[in-house]
C-alpha cells in the first residue's frame, strides 16, 4: 500500500503560480509511475501531468508549456509547477502511483484561479 499526501492549492490569481507537492510513503518501491490528475466540479477526473520513474513525461494538451512535473527521489516526492494559471485550470488536484498494476490515491488539493 502507498500513502500519498498532496499539499501547496489555494487560491491565485490568473496568470500566477503555484507548486502542489505530493509526498509518497509506504511501499513506495515498484512504484512505476506517478501523475496528477485534476476534477473540476461537474465534470470527470482528467489527467494533467505524468512521470515514470526513469523515464519520460506526459502532459495534458490544455497543460503543456505551462505545468511542469518533476520528482525527487531522494524525498519520495512529486511536484507540479503551474504557471500561467487560468480560471479553467480551478479543480481538485490528486496525486497518484501506479504500482503492480494497481492505482494508489491521495486525498486531493483544492486549486482555485480567480480574481
Known amino acids: 500500500q502507498v500513502q500519498l499526501v498532496e499539499s501547496g492549492g489555494g487560491l491565485v490569481q490568473p496568470g500566477g503560480s503555484l507548486r502542489l507537492s505530493c509526498a509518497a510513503s509506504?511501499?513506495?518501491?515498484?512504484?512505476?509511475?506517478m501523475g496528477w490528475y485534476r476534477q473540476a466540479p461537474g465534470k470527470q477526473r482528467e489527467l494533467v501531468a505524468t512521470?515514470?520513474?526513469?523515464?519520460?513525461?506526459n502532459y495534458a494538451d490544455s497543460v503543456k508549456g505551462r505545468f511542469t512535473i518533476s520528482r525527487d527521489s531522494a524525498k519520495n516526492t512529486v511536484y507540479l509547477q503551474m504557471n500561467s494559471l487560468k480560471p479553467e485550470d480551478t479543480a481538485v488536484y490528486y496525486c497518484?502511483?501506479?504500482?503492480?498494476?494497481?492505482?494508489?490515491w491521495g486525498q486531493g488539493t483544492q486549486v482555485t484561479v480567480s480574481s
Open positions: 509506504g511501499s513506495i518501491f515498484s512504484i512505476a509511475r
Open positions: 497518484n502511483a501506479l504500482r503492480n498494476g494497481n492505482l494508489n
Open positions: 512521470i515514470t520513474i526513469g523515464g519520460p513525461t
